[in-house]
């Protein structure tokens, strides 16, 4: 079995393609099942994150800038949080391949948007999937609950203006697992990026491919190393592509606390980049941010003007 890609005839044959975590920590993980499925169809693909990670404590980089790394398997041990080396260290232990995860670090968008740019130009980049783990990145800002958005939206508004890549799309994956959004209000933000056209489709993840298996792999074998509490998001996007529903707890690290685990949570949602920032009603107010402080309170005022979207159910028949 494959993982259908509603968007995979956008992309001109023999695309070399990025996937990129747009919200940091563990997003890049997110779009793993995406990057193995675009490999095993033959395109060229390469992965990044906007990091959390103290980037200059990486060792064996390669700098494009004083905030893009490309971090490579370390030779030396890895502690502490460190997603991006240890997945590079699964790829050369576990798969015998030596692969790149490139990072930006948190900064406004100005520099990230420069960032991109020597990532494109180094990597000769055709097309980039931006990838939430989450459903936050889809929030308007006026929400009354709409997540962690920060830096979703830094990403969003760097990848916005890379016009001279043809092919810019938004993964969405693990809807229901924050508890800090509406996502009746999520929903209807999809609703009319699908009356705008914005909106193409979803896909299941399901254990039976073999990208969801890699990301299994991948995903298990960083959360046991040392340092690295185990991602929420991903445990429950595992747990719902393995059939578990209701308050099931993949790790320790959620044990105390109420899940609702369902199969909403194993589906990726995919979107046009620019039809997303087309709704944002923050990316002017960020646009010229140098630093995460600038693009903090840049946020900060803009949501004080707005009158908020009051939280409301989600109704079912």
Known sequence: MRLDLPFDTLLPDGATVLIAGMGGGFDVFCGLPI?????RRGYTTHIANLSFAALHEYQDCEWLSP???????????LSGYRPEGFL??????????????????????????EDYNRLIERLKIDAIVLVDGGVDSLARGDEELCGTILEDYLSLSAVSQLHNTPVRIMACIGMGVEGDVSHARILENIAELTRQGGFLGASALLTQ?????????ALEYVHSQPGQQPSVINASVV???RGNYG?????????G????????????????VEAVAAQNLFLTELKTTR???DAFGATYEARERMELRKAMPIRLP
């Open 35 to 39: 990057y193995f499925e675009l490999r």
């Open 67 to 77: 905030t893009l790394a490309g971090v490579r398997a370390a030779s030396a041990e």
């Open 88 to 113: 590079a260290r699964w790829f050369r232990e576990c798969q015998g391949e030596e692969v790149t995860v490139w990072c930006f670090d948190a900064v406004g968008a100005e520099p990230l948007l």
């Open 209 to 217: 491919s073999s990208a969801c298996q890699l990301y299994e792999q």
């Open 239 to 241: 747990s719902a592509a």
């Open 247 to 255: 308050d099931y707890h993949l790790t320790e690290r959620t044990r």
């Open 257 to 272: 606390s109420e899940l609702w685990i369902s199969p909403l949570m194993n589906l990726y949602w995919f979107f046009l």
């Open 291 to 293: 630093t995460m402080g």
